[in-house]
Each structure stands twice: as structure tokens, then as C-alpha cells.
């Protein structure tokens, strides 16, 4: 890692080493914090490196795991140092410089350009679904993700795009849960909490595990999507319409949730919403009843 790195990130780096280490491979660490790359060494009883130009030249493959403004000056940093034929992988959260970066990474050096849409807490990456963003040879860098990561769901999209759905589900419910919690700031919330049916239960979890998150995080995923201001300022508007539909003419608010739920029931997933709403709440009950 290049900078500061982040709680997450630090998730992120212990995930994948015992990924990589359950799957037979042998890892060499490094952190532009020393302790961190040698405490998680001792952990998992692999090597680590205190300069990371001794041992790029030596792997593999090198799996960059940093603060996603980190990630294009990384690439063009050590990709001349690395050997012939090895792999450059990267899992950040927004790709247009990124792939921009690694197009110009030399023809010695495979890319692989990947976004894993879970979090690093997960027991097992089986059934869990991975972006693959191809950045030279969509076939081989899909096969090479397939033989990484095992049993996950792949999804292939260009870096564009890739960006622009994340600032409809990342940038955007960030945005929206951070207004949540910070219109609730006032009020009584262990009163809230008692007094929450599933609506209330299954959103306040939501924005609780968002509020918990790196703050640098939240801002870059945010800022530094190209798509997000036009995506978070439409939210703006429909919020603002919303409210004066409901004050001038509520009698509106049918056609607008029949056109909504019309929409909404396209997608596979509407027919178990409900259902998976009350699921989730009897989780979240089950677990706050383990835990007091």
C-alpha cells in the first residue's frame, strides 16, 4: 500500500491473504506501514517486505489493495518494475483512471481490473459476485478472475459503465443514509429502536453500517465517481417533487406508486421484497437478543 491506508483497506488485505493462503498460494506483504504488513505476517505465518520495489519483481502477481485515489499513480509506479508475464490486480471501487492507468502498463504485465461487490466480513466468496472491468483481452482477464476467485458470480462491464451504475449503488446510498442519520441526530433513538416495526429496524442497520465507515472512504466513493453529482442531485429533485406533490396534490401519489411499483416489478427480485424485508428484520431482532 502506497499512503495511509485505511480501515478498510486493512480489512481488505486480510480477506484476500487468507483467500490466497487457503487456496495454496504464497504470499509476500507490504504496507508503507511496516507493523501492519508484519503483524498480519505473523498472523498467517507468511513473509512480508519492507520495500516494496524488492519484492515486486520477485511475484506472480501483485494485488494492489489501497485508497481507490491511490491506485492509477501505484500502477504506473511499479508496472516497469514488474517481471514478464506477471499479473497486475486491483480491486478498488471506481475504474476510469484506474483502467486508464493499467492500459498503459507496458505489454509485460497481464491486467486485471476487479470489483468485489461485498465486503471484506464474508465467510466464503462462493455465490458472491465479482466486476470484472476488462481492460485488454476481455476473455483472458475473466478466465484469469474465474481461476482467482473460484465460485463467484462474474459480471463484465467497461470501465464507463462500471462507474456509472456505481453512483446509483454505492455513491448514492451512501448519500441517502448519510441524510437519514443525520435528519434522525436529534431525536431519541434508543426510543426509535424500541418503538421501529421493519421498515424502521431493516434501514436503521443499513445506515448504522454505513455511518461505521471510513470517512475518507465515503468521500472518495462519493467524490470521485465521475457520475455521482448528477445521479445524487436527481435524488434532490425527486425528493424536493415528492414533497410537493404530498402538499399540493396528494391525490398524485397513486399514479406516481403505480408507476414506481411498475417499474419496480421487472426486477426479479420485487415478487420477495416484502419477505426479505421481514427476514432481515427477525435476523437483526435474533442477533440484538444474542448481544444484550
Known amino acids: 500500500m502506497w499512503k495511509s491506508v485505511w480501515s478498510e483497506q486493512v480489512k481488505w488485505v486480510s480477506f484476500f491473504t487468507r483467500h490466497f493462503l487457503d487456496n495454496g498460494h504464497s504470499l509476500r506483504l507490504y504496507d508503507i506501514v511496516q507493523t501492519r504488513a508484519q503483524n498480519l505476517a505473523e498472523t498467517y505465518d507468511c513473509q512480508w517486505y519492507d520495500s516494496l520495489f524488492n519484492v515486486i519483481p520477485e511475484v506472480d ?166 457520475f455521482s453529482k448528477d445521479v445524487i442531485n436527481r435524488f434532490i429533485d425527486e425528493s424536493r417533487h415528492i414533497r410537493r406533490m404530498l402538499k399540493n396534490k396528494p391525490s398524485h401519489m397513486t399514479k406516481t406508486c403505480e408507476r414506481l411499483e411498475g417499474w419496480m416489478m421487472k426486477d426479479s427480485g420485487y415478487v420477495n421484497a416484502r419477505r426479505s424485508r421481514y427476514e432481515l428484520f427477525e435476523l437483526i431482532r435474533a442477533r440484538a437478543r444474542m448481544s444484550s
Open 61 to 226: 502477481m501483485v494485488l494492489l489493495c489501497a485508497p481507490i485515489k491511490e491506485i492509477p499513480g501505484i500502477v504506473r509506479t511499479i508496472a516497469p518494475n514488474m517481471r514478464h508475464g506477471s499479473i497486475l490486480c486491483e480491486v478498488s471501487s471506481l475504474k476510469m483512471r484506474t483502467v486508464a492507468a493499467l492500459k498503459k502498463r507496458g505489454d509485460h504485465v497481464r491486467p486485471l481490473s476487479v470489483h468485489p461487490m461485498f465486503g471484506p466480513d464474508i465467510s466464503t466468496l462462493q455465490g458472491q459476485t465479482v466486476v470484472v472491468v476488462p481492460v485488454s483481452d476481455r476473455e483472458k482477464e475473466v478466465a484469469l478472475a474465474e481461476s482467482l476467485f473460484g465460485d463467484v458470480n462474474i459480471v463484465v462491464a467497461d470501465a464507463e459503465t462500471h462507474d456509472r451504475v456505481m453512483a446509483s449503488v454505492l455513491a448514492l446510498p451512501y448519500f441517502m443514509n448519510l441524510s437519514f442519520a443525520s435528519t434522525l441526530s436529534t431525536e431519541d433513538l434508543s426510543l426509535m429502536r424500541k418503538m421501529a416495526g421493519t421498515t424502521f429496524t431493516v434501514q436503521l442497520a443499513v445506515t448504522q453500517s454505513i455511518v461505521g465507515e471510513s470517512p475518507e472512504l465515503i468521500e472518495s466513493l462519493i467524490n470521485d465517481n465521475f
